[in-house]
DNA sequence: TAGATTGTTAATCGATTAACAATC
DNA sequence: TAGATTGTTAATCGATTAACAATC
Protein backbone atom coordinates (compact mmCIF):
# COMPACT_ATOMS: atom_id res chain seq x y z
CA UNK A 1 0.00 0.00 0.00
CA UNK A 2 1.38 3.23 -1.09
CA UNK A 3 0.92 7.13 -0.37
CA UNK A 4 -2.30 7.96 -2.17
CA UNK A 5 -0.15 10.60 -3.55
CA UNK A 6 2.46 8.84 -5.07
CA UNK A 7 -0.08 6.91 -6.97
CA UNK A 8 0.50 7.89 -11.00
CA UNK A 9 -1.65 9.01 -13.36
CA UNK A 10 -1.40 6.09 -15.23
CA UNK A 11 -2.80 3.51 -12.45
CA UNK A 12 -5.74 6.21 -11.48
CA UNK A 13 -6.55 6.14 -14.99
CA UNK A 14 -7.09 2.38 -15.37
CA UNK A 15 -9.31 2.28 -12.21
CA UNK A 16 -12.63 3.18 -13.51
CA UNK A 17 -12.28 -0.10 -16.18
CA UNK A 18 -11.12 -2.00 -13.17
CA UNK A 19 -14.64 -1.08 -11.93
CA UNK A 20 -16.45 -1.30 -15.04
CA UNK A 21 -15.43 -5.15 -15.10
CA UNK A 22 -16.14 -5.91 -11.65
CA UNK A 23 -19.37 -4.61 -12.26
CA UNK A 24 -19.56 -6.74 -14.97
CA UNK A 25 -18.53 -9.88 -12.87
CA UNK A 26 -20.58 -8.88 -9.80
CA UNK A 27 -23.88 -8.61 -12.64
CA UNK A 28 -23.16 -12.42 -14.06
CA UNK A 29 -22.97 -13.76 -10.66
CA UNK A 30 -19.02 -14.21 -10.33
CA UNK A 31 -17.53 -14.68 -6.60
CA UNK A 32 -13.83 -14.68 -7.28
CA UNK A 33 -11.58 -13.95 -10.18
CA UNK A 34 -7.64 -14.07 -10.26
CA UNK A 35 -5.72 -11.69 -11.62
CA UNK A 36 -4.59 -14.10 -14.28
CA UNK A 37 -8.03 -14.37 -15.67
CA UNK A 38 -9.23 -10.78 -14.89
CA UNK A 39 -5.71 -9.99 -17.09
CA UNK A 40 -7.12 -11.88 -19.79
CA UNK A 41 -10.47 -10.54 -20.37
CA UNK A 42 -9.09 -7.26 -19.77
CA UNK A 43 -5.59 -7.54 -22.13
CA UNK A 44 -3.59 -6.61 -19.49
CA UNK A 45 -0.67 -8.91 -17.58
CA UNK A 46 -2.01 -10.26 -14.67
CA UNK A 47 1.64 -8.70 -12.84
CA UNK A 48 -0.17 -4.86 -14.05
CA UNK A 49 -3.17 -5.73 -11.80
CA UNK A 50 -1.85 -6.72 -8.41
CA UNK A 51 0.74 -4.07 -8.52
CA UNK A 52 -2.06 -1.46 -9.57
CA UNK A 53 -4.38 -3.21 -6.46
CA UNK A 54 -1.25 -3.18 -4.01
CA UNK A 55 -0.78 0.69 -4.54
CA UNK A 56 -4.42 0.47 -2.15
CA UNK A 57 -3.53 -2.23 -0.18
CA UNK A 58 -4.11 -6.04 -0.45
CA UNK A 59 -7.30 -7.20 -1.46
CA UNK A 60 -6.50 -10.62 -2.33
CA UNK A 61 -6.08 -14.06 -0.35
CA UNK A 62 -2.77 -16.52 -1.66
CA UNK A 63 -3.70 -19.05 -3.12
CA UNK A 64 -7.61 -18.01 -3.94
CA UNK A 65 -7.37 -15.09 -5.90
CA UNK A 66 -9.72 -11.81 -5.36
CA UNK A 67 -13.82 -11.52 -4.50
CA UNK A 68 -15.85 -10.02 -6.80
CA UNK A 69 -17.60 -8.24 -5.01
CA UNK A 70 -15.18 -7.33 -1.82
CA UNK A 71 -13.27 -5.49 -4.71
CA UNK A 72 -16.21 -3.88 -6.29
CA UNK A 73 -16.83 -2.29 -3.46
CA UNK A 74 -13.02 -1.66 -2.64
CA UNK A 75 -12.58 0.31 -6.51
CA UNK A 76 -15.66 2.30 -5.97
CA UNK A 77 -14.38 3.49 -2.54
CA UNK A 78 -11.14 3.98 -3.69
CA UNK A 79 -12.98 6.20 -6.35
CA UNK A 80 -15.09 7.98 -4.29
CA UNK A 81 -18.11 7.03 -5.80
CA UNK A 82 -20.08 6.43 -2.54
CA UNK A 83 -19.39 9.93 -1.02
CA UNK A 84 -21.75 12.59 -4.00
CA UNK A 85 -20.63 15.61 -4.91
CA UNK A 86 -22.65 17.99 -5.70
CA UNK A 87 -22.18 19.08 -9.19
CA UNK A 88 -23.60 22.10 -11.60
CA UNK A 89 -23.39 22.11 -15.68
CA UNK A 90 -22.60 25.26 -16.89
CA UNK A 91 -24.12 25.55 -20.08
CA UNK A 92 -27.05 23.88 -21.69
CA UNK A 93 -26.22 24.06 -25.00
CA UNK A 94 -26.58 20.07 -27.48
CA UNK A 95 -23.06 19.09 -25.25
CA UNK A 96 -24.53 20.36 -21.77
CA UNK A 97 -27.62 18.54 -22.93
CA UNK A 98 -26.08 14.96 -23.84
CA UNK A 99 -24.34 14.87 -20.48
CA UNK A 100 -27.16 16.00 -18.28
CA UNK A 101 -29.61 13.80 -19.63
CA UNK A 102 -26.80 10.60 -20.45
CA UNK A 103 -24.89 10.53 -17.58
CA UNK A 104 -25.43 8.50 -14.42
CA UNK A 105 -24.10 10.83 -11.89
CA UNK A 106 -25.41 9.37 -8.66
CA UNK A 107 -23.24 5.96 -10.35
CA UNK A 108 -20.06 8.06 -10.25
CA UNK A 109 -19.53 10.11 -7.41
CA UNK A 110 -21.60 13.52 -7.96
CA UNK A 111 -24.82 14.44 -7.69
CA UNK A 112 -26.34 17.27 -10.66
CA UNK A 113 -27.64 20.30 -8.57
CA UNK A 114 -28.28 23.08 -10.92
CA UNK A 115 -27.52 23.60 -14.43
CA UNK A 116 -26.86 27.37 -15.65
CA UNK A 117 -27.12 29.22 -19.37
CA UNK A 118 -26.80 32.49 -19.89
CA UNK A 119 -29.31 31.99 -22.80
CA UNK A 120 -33.14 32.93 -20.93
CA UNK A 121 -34.78 30.60 -23.57
CA UNK A 122 -34.30 27.79 -21.60
CA UNK A 123 -35.51 29.43 -18.62
CA UNK A 124 -38.09 27.05 -16.98
CA UNK A 125 -36.80 24.15 -18.94
CA UNK A 126 -35.55 20.63 -17.04
CA UNK A 127 -32.80 18.29 -18.03
CA UNK A 128 -32.44 15.15 -16.52
CA UNK A 129 -34.91 15.95 -13.64
CA UNK A 130 -33.00 19.72 -12.51
CA UNK A 131 -34.19 22.98 -13.83
CA UNK A 132 -32.12 25.23 -16.54
CA UNK A 133 -31.28 28.52 -14.77
CA UNK A 134 -30.08 31.76 -15.64
CA UNK A 135 -26.41 32.49 -15.10
CA UNK A 136 -27.19 35.73 -13.41
CA UNK A 137 -29.00 33.22 -10.23
CA UNK A 138 -25.22 31.58 -10.17
CA UNK A 139 -24.44 33.24 -7.09
CA UNK A 140 -27.28 32.59 -4.94
CA UNK A 141 -27.18 29.46 -5.76
CA UNK A 142 -23.80 28.49 -4.81
CA UNK A 143 -24.32 30.48 -1.49
CA UNK A 144 -27.27 28.27 -0.98
CA UNK A 145 -25.75 24.84 -2.31
CA UNK A 146 -22.49 24.78 -1.86
CA UNK A 147 -21.78 22.93 -5.62
CA UNK A 148 -18.16 22.10 -5.62
CA UNK A 149 -17.36 20.97 -8.99
CA UNK A 150 -18.77 22.28 -12.62
CA UNK A 151 -18.85 20.50 -15.56
CA UNK A 152 -18.20 23.23 -18.30
CA UNK A 153 -19.90 23.13 -21.63
CA UNK A 154 -19.54 26.18 -22.57
CA UNK A 155 -17.88 27.78 -25.56
CA UNK A 156 -14.00 29.02 -25.44
CA UNK A 157 -14.68 32.77 -25.09
CA UNK A 158 -16.70 32.37 -21.91
CA UNK A 159 -14.62 29.93 -20.01
CA UNK A 160 -12.01 32.45 -18.38
CA UNK A 161 -14.26 34.65 -17.15
CA UNK A 162 -16.84 31.82 -15.87
CA UNK A 163 -13.97 29.74 -14.08
CA UNK A 164 -13.04 33.43 -12.46
CA UNK A 165 -16.18 33.31 -11.23
CA UNK A 166 -16.76 29.89 -10.01
CA UNK A 167 -13.40 29.70 -8.37
CA UNK A 168 -14.54 32.78 -6.20
CA UNK A 169 -17.78 30.97 -5.67
CA UNK A 170 -16.69 28.36 -3.79
CA UNK A 171 -15.71 25.25 -6.55
CA UNK A 172 -12.85 23.93 -6.81
CA UNK A 173 -12.89 21.63 -9.44
CA UNK A 174 -14.08 21.10 -13.06
CA UNK A 175 -15.25 18.33 -15.57
CA UNK A 176 -13.68 20.75 -18.51
CA UNK A 177 -15.02 19.57 -22.01
CA UNK A 178 -13.92 23.79 -23.15
CA UNK A 179 -10.22 24.10 -24.39
CA UNK A 180 -9.68 26.91 -21.62
CA UNK A 181 -6.65 25.41 -19.95
CA UNK A 182 -7.88 25.88 -16.31
CA UNK A 183 -5.34 24.48 -14.70
CA UNK A 184 -2.57 26.58 -15.81
CA UNK A 185 -4.33 29.59 -14.19
CA UNK A 186 -5.37 27.52 -11.12
CA UNK A 187 -2.83 24.57 -10.38
CA UNK A 188 -4.70 24.35 -7.18
CA UNK A 189 -7.91 23.14 -8.93
CA UNK A 190 -9.05 19.75 -9.81
CA UNK A 191 -9.49 19.35 -12.91
CA UNK A 192 -10.11 16.39 -16.07
CA UNK A 193 -10.49 17.25 -19.21
CA UNK A 194 -12.43 16.15 -22.63
CA UNK A 195 -11.17 17.50 -25.31
CA UNK A 196 -13.50 15.45 -28.17
CA UNK A 197 -11.29 17.51 -30.96
CA UNK A 198 -8.43 16.19 -29.84
CA UNK A 199 -9.36 12.94 -29.93
CA UNK A 200 -11.16 13.29 -33.27
CA UNK A 201 -7.80 14.27 -34.60
CA UNK A 202 -6.08 11.28 -33.06
CA UNK A 203 -8.17 8.68 -34.79
CA UNK A 204 -7.78 10.76 -38.03
CA UNK A 205 -3.60 10.19 -37.31
CA UNK A 206 -4.53 6.45 -36.97
CA UNK A 207 -6.33 6.27 -39.94
CA UNK A 208 -4.44 8.13 -42.23
CA UNK A 209 -0.63 6.99 -41.03
CA UNK A 210 -1.18 2.98 -40.15
CA UNK A 211 -2.04 0.00 -42.35
CA UNK A 212 -4.77 -0.43 -39.60
CA UNK A 213 -5.02 -2.08 -35.91
CA UNK A 214 -4.69 1.45 -33.90
CA UNK A 215 -5.86 1.77 -30.73
CA UNK A 216 -6.30 5.20 -28.81
CA UNK A 217 -7.42 6.01 -25.46
CA UNK B 1 12.75 11.09 -38.02
CA UNK B 2 11.69 7.48 -37.26
CA UNK B 3 9.82 5.01 -39.10
CA UNK B 4 5.79 6.02 -38.34
CA UNK B 5 5.24 2.74 -37.40
CA UNK B 6 7.43 3.61 -34.36
CA UNK B 7 5.87 6.80 -32.86
CA UNK B 8 4.61 5.66 -29.26
CA UNK B 9 1.01 6.80 -28.09
CA UNK B 10 2.47 9.54 -26.04
CA UNK B 11 3.78 11.07 -28.79
CA UNK B 12 0.68 11.02 -31.09
CA UNK B 13 -1.32 12.32 -28.26
CA UNK B 14 -0.04 15.19 -27.79
CA UNK B 15 0.48 16.62 -32.01
CA UNK B 16 -3.72 17.98 -31.44
CA UNK B 17 -2.83 20.18 -28.46
CA UNK B 18 0.50 21.11 -30.68
CA UNK B 19 -1.74 21.89 -33.73
CA UNK B 20 -3.85 24.01 -31.49
CA UNK B 21 -0.97 26.00 -29.98
CA UNK B 22 0.49 26.79 -33.49
CA UNK B 23 -3.16 27.72 -34.64
CA UNK B 24 -3.24 30.28 -32.06
CA UNK B 25 0.29 31.36 -32.67
CA UNK B 26 -0.68 31.92 -36.58
CA UNK B 27 -3.71 33.48 -36.00
CA UNK B 28 -1.67 35.66 -33.18
CA UNK B 29 0.28 36.68 -36.55
CA UNK B 30 3.11 34.83 -34.63
CA UNK B 31 5.97 34.27 -37.38
CA UNK B 32 8.81 32.33 -35.44
CA UNK B 33 8.75 30.21 -32.30
CA UNK B 34 11.26 29.08 -30.50
CA UNK B 35 10.69 25.40 -28.45
CA UNK B 36 11.91 27.37 -25.31
CA UNK B 37 9.12 29.63 -25.75
CA UNK B 38 6.50 27.10 -26.88
CA UNK B 39 7.47 24.90 -23.93
CA UNK B 40 6.59 27.82 -21.71
CA UNK B 41 3.58 28.16 -23.11
CA UNK B 42 2.18 24.90 -23.13
CA UNK B 43 3.73 23.56 -19.90
CA UNK B 44 6.40 20.72 -21.35
CA UNK B 45 9.92 20.93 -21.82
CA UNK B 46 11.97 22.24 -24.60
CA UNK B 47 13.36 18.80 -24.71
CA UNK B 48 10.26 16.84 -24.83
CA UNK B 49 8.89 19.53 -27.69
CA UNK B 50 11.81 18.82 -30.16
CA UNK B 51 12.04 15.31 -29.79
CA UNK B 52 8.57 15.15 -30.28
CA UNK B 53 8.65 17.14 -33.64
CA UNK B 54 12.03 15.14 -34.49
CA UNK B 55 9.84 12.25 -34.42
CA UNK B 56 8.44 13.23 -38.04
CA UNK B 57 11.81 15.26 -39.37
CA UNK B 58 13.53 18.27 -39.19
CA UNK B 59 11.50 21.28 -39.17
CA UNK B 60 13.16 24.25 -37.32
CA UNK B 61 16.49 25.81 -38.19
CA UNK B 62 19.12 26.58 -35.44
CA UNK B 63 19.68 29.74 -33.98
CA UNK B 64 16.08 30.67 -35.39
CA UNK B 65 13.41 27.93 -34.10
CA UNK B 66 10.75 27.17 -35.87
CA UNK B 67 8.15 29.09 -38.53
CA UNK B 68 4.70 28.81 -37.13
CA UNK B 69 2.98 28.52 -40.77
CA UNK B 70 4.98 26.03 -41.38
CA UNK B 71 5.27 23.76 -38.43
CA UNK B 72 1.42 24.40 -38.22
CA UNK B 73 0.92 22.94 -41.67
CA UNK B 74 3.14 20.17 -41.01
CA UNK B 75 1.14 19.38 -37.91
CA UNK B 76 -2.14 19.48 -40.27
CA UNK B 77 -0.37 17.00 -42.70
CA UNK B 78 1.05 14.76 -39.62
CA UNK B 79 -2.74 14.32 -38.16
CA UNK B 80 -4.17 14.12 -41.89
CA UNK B 81 -6.49 17.10 -41.78
CA UNK B 82 -6.28 17.85 -45.01
CA UNK B 83 -7.52 14.37 -46.62
CA UNK B 84 -10.78 13.76 -45.11
CA UNK B 85 -12.24 10.71 -44.39
CA UNK B 86 -16.02 9.87 -44.93
CA UNK B 87 -17.46 9.37 -41.52
CA UNK B 88 -21.49 8.47 -40.40
CA UNK B 89 -23.01 8.77 -37.13
CA UNK B 90 -24.43 6.22 -35.74
CA UNK B 91 -27.13 6.82 -33.02
CA UNK B 92 -29.34 10.38 -33.25
CA UNK B 93 -29.45 10.77 -29.40
CA UNK B 94 -28.71 13.76 -27.09
CA UNK B 95 -24.66 12.59 -27.80
CA UNK B 96 -25.06 11.94 -30.87
CA UNK B 97 -26.66 15.11 -31.71
CA UNK B 98 -24.17 16.84 -29.60
CA UNK B 99 -21.43 15.57 -31.45
CA UNK B 100 -22.95 15.74 -34.88
CA UNK B 101 -23.94 19.74 -34.59
CA UNK B 102 -21.07 20.65 -32.20
CA UNK B 103 -17.40 19.24 -34.37
CA UNK B 104 -16.05 20.85 -36.88
CA UNK B 105 -15.42 17.57 -38.97
CA UNK B 106 -14.02 19.37 -42.06
CA UNK B 107 -11.66 20.88 -40.06
CA UNK B 108 -10.13 17.51 -38.45
CA UNK B 109 -9.99 15.41 -41.07
CA UNK B 110 -13.58 14.04 -41.51
CA UNK B 111 -16.46 14.45 -43.56
CA UNK B 112 -20.16 14.12 -42.05
CA UNK B 113 -21.65 12.23 -44.97
CA UNK B 114 -24.80 10.16 -42.88
CA UNK B 115 -26.74 9.68 -39.77
CA UNK B 116 -28.52 6.89 -38.89
CA UNK B 117 -30.80 5.65 -35.57
CA UNK B 118 -32.61 2.91 -35.19
CA UNK B 119 -36.11 5.18 -33.94
CA UNK B 120 -37.87 6.28 -37.37
CA UNK B 121 -38.97 9.46 -35.21
CA UNK B 122 -36.16 11.21 -36.59
CA UNK B 123 -36.63 10.80 -40.00
CA UNK B 124 -36.63 13.68 -42.08
CA UNK B 125 -34.58 15.29 -39.61
CA UNK B 126 -30.99 16.92 -39.97
CA UNK B 127 -28.64 17.39 -38.43
CA UNK B 128 -25.45 20.06 -39.19
CA UNK B 129 -26.88 19.64 -42.71
CA UNK B 130 -27.22 16.15 -42.53
CA UNK B 131 -29.93 13.93 -42.89
CA UNK B 132 -31.28 11.45 -40.44
CA UNK B 133 -31.72 7.76 -41.69
CA UNK B 134 -33.01 4.68 -40.70
CA UNK B 135 -30.66 1.92 -39.91
CA UNK B 136 -32.21 -0.33 -42.40
CA UNK B 137 -30.94 2.55 -45.33
CA UNK B 138 -27.19 1.41 -44.38
CA UNK B 139 -26.11 -1.05 -46.50
CA UNK B 140 -27.38 0.78 -49.76
CA UNK B 141 -25.83 3.83 -48.19
CA UNK B 142 -22.67 2.30 -47.67
CA UNK B 143 -22.34 0.70 -51.09
CA UNK B 144 -22.57 4.00 -52.61
CA UNK B 145 -21.07 6.41 -50.17
CA UNK B 146 -18.30 4.27 -49.04
CA UNK B 147 -18.08 5.77 -45.48
CA UNK B 148 -14.74 4.73 -43.85
CA UNK B 149 -15.63 5.81 -40.43
CA UNK B 150 -18.32 5.60 -37.86
CA UNK B 151 -19.11 7.53 -34.76
CA UNK B 152 -20.67 5.59 -32.26
CA UNK B 153 -22.85 6.72 -30.40
CA UNK B 154 -25.35 4.07 -29.65
CA UNK B 155 -26.19 2.11 -26.63
CA UNK B 156 -23.76 -0.97 -24.96
CA UNK B 157 -26.49 -3.15 -26.11
CA UNK B 158 -26.73 -2.31 -29.49
CA UNK B 159 -23.38 -1.81 -30.32
CA UNK B 160 -21.96 -5.39 -30.65
CA UNK B 161 -24.28 -6.26 -33.81
CA UNK B 162 -23.50 -3.04 -35.05
CA UNK B 163 -20.12 -3.18 -35.31
CA UNK B 164 -20.05 -6.43 -37.54
CA UNK B 165 -22.72 -5.20 -39.34
CA UNK B 166 -20.40 -1.91 -39.93
CA UNK B 167 -17.47 -3.89 -40.44
CA UNK B 168 -18.71 -6.08 -43.18
CA UNK B 169 -20.14 -3.30 -44.65
CA UNK B 170 -16.35 -2.39 -45.38
CA UNK B 171 -15.96 0.55 -42.16
CA UNK B 172 -12.82 -0.13 -40.44
CA UNK B 173 -12.21 3.19 -38.14
CA UNK B 174 -14.28 3.62 -34.93
CA UNK B 175 -14.47 7.27 -32.81
CA UNK B 176 -16.19 5.34 -30.54
CA UNK B 177 -18.30 6.62 -27.02
CA UNK B 178 -19.80 3.06 -25.82
CA UNK B 179 -17.98 0.72 -23.91
CA UNK B 180 -18.13 -1.94 -26.08
CA UNK B 181 -14.75 -2.94 -26.48
CA UNK B 182 -14.54 -3.10 -30.57
CA UNK B 183 -10.28 -3.70 -30.33
CA UNK B 184 -10.87 -6.52 -28.35
CA UNK B 185 -13.01 -8.38 -31.66
CA UNK B 186 -11.02 -6.80 -34.41
CA UNK B 187 -7.91 -5.73 -33.70
CA UNK B 188 -7.68 -4.28 -37.21
CA UNK B 189 -10.08 -1.64 -36.63
CA UNK B 190 -8.64 1.97 -36.14
CA UNK B 191 -10.26 2.82 -32.78
CA UNK B 192 -10.50 5.78 -30.90
CA UNK B 193 -12.21 5.40 -27.61
CA UNK B 194 -14.15 7.64 -25.34
CA UNK B 195 -15.54 6.57 -22.32
CA UNK B 196 -16.80 9.88 -20.69
CA UNK B 197 -18.15 8.28 -17.76
CA UNK B 198 -14.00 6.84 -17.11
CA UNK B 199 -13.29 10.33 -17.35
CA UNK B 200 -16.07 11.40 -14.65
CA UNK B 201 -14.72 8.95 -12.09
CA UNK B 202 -11.07 10.05 -12.60
CA UNK B 203 -12.44 13.74 -11.72
CA UNK B 204 -14.25 11.67 -8.57
CA UNK B 205 -11.06 10.32 -7.54
CA UNK B 206 -9.02 13.35 -7.48
CA UNK B 207 -11.58 15.66 -5.78
CA UNK B 208 -11.81 12.74 -3.03
CA UNK B 209 -8.18 11.69 -2.68
CA UNK B 210 -6.32 14.89 -2.99
CA UNK B 211 -6.09 18.21 -1.35
CA UNK B 212 -6.08 19.76 -4.24
CA UNK B 213 -4.11 20.39 -7.54
CA UNK B 214 -4.25 17.60 -9.72
CA UNK B 215 -4.86 17.47 -13.46
CA UNK B 216 -5.89 14.50 -15.28
CA UNK B 217 -5.89 13.86 -19.38
C1' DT C 1 31.60 36.59 -36.14
C1' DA C 2 28.86 35.73 -31.80
C1' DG C 3 24.53 34.29 -30.07
C1' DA C 4 20.81 31.43 -30.34
C1' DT C 5 18.59 27.31 -30.98
C1' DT C 6 18.09 23.11 -33.19
C1' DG C 7 18.80 17.94 -33.82
C1' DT C 8 20.49 14.17 -31.48
C1' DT C 9 22.88 11.40 -28.21
C1' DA C 10 23.37 10.18 -23.36
C1' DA C 11 21.46 10.04 -18.65
C1' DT C 12 17.62 9.72 -15.79
C1' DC C 13 13.41 8.62 -14.42
C1' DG C 14 9.17 6.04 -14.17
C1' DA C 15 6.14 2.38 -15.64
C1' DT C 16 5.60 -2.30 -16.98
C1' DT C 17 6.83 -7.01 -16.80
C1' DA C 18 8.99 -11.04 -14.82
C1' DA C 19 10.17 -13.81 -11.05
C1' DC C 20 9.51 -15.94 -6.81
C1' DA C 21 9.03 -16.43 -1.86
C1' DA C 22 5.06 -16.19 1.18
C1' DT C 23 0.85 -18.25 2.25
C1' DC C 24 -3.88 -19.48 1.78
C1' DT D 1 -0.40 -31.52 2.11
C1' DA D 2 -0.09 -29.91 -2.73
C1' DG D 3 -1.62 -26.53 -5.87
C1' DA D 4 -2.76 -22.05 -6.77
C1' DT D 5 -2.23 -17.38 -6.57
C1' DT D 6 -1.06 -13.40 -4.19
C1' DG D 7 2.15 -9.53 -2.63
C1' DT D 8 6.46 -7.76 -3.53
C1' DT D 9 11.08 -7.37 -5.12
C1' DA D 10 14.10 -7.32 -9.13
C1' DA D 11 14.77 -6.76 -14.14
C1' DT D 12 13.39 -4.70 -18.24
C1' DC D 13 11.58 -1.58 -21.06
C1' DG D 14 10.15 2.89 -22.64
C1' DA D 15 9.49 7.79 -22.05
C1' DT D 16 11.22 12.06 -20.44
C1' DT D 17 14.88 15.16 -19.44
C1' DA D 18 19.53 16.89 -19.80
C1' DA D 19 23.50 17.94 -22.34
C1' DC D 20 26.00 19.45 -26.14
C1' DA D 21 27.94 19.45 -30.75
C1' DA D 22 26.25 21.13 -35.15
C1' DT D 23 24.90 25.09 -37.55
C1' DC D 24 22.02 28.83 -38.87
Excluded at 84 to 108: D, H, K
Excluded at 143 to 161: F, G, S, Y
Aim: charged share 20%.
Amino acid sequence: MKDLKDISASVIGRLPRYYRFLCELSQAGTVRISSGELSQRMGLTASQIRQDFNCFGGFGQQGYGYNVEQLKKEMASILGLDDLTPAILMGAGNLGRAVASQMRFEEMGFSLVGIFDIDPTYRGMKLGGVPILQNDALPAFCLEKRPKMAILCVPLDQAAALVDELILLGLDSFWNFSHFDIHAKYPQANVTNVHLSDSLMTLSYSIKNSNGGSRNA
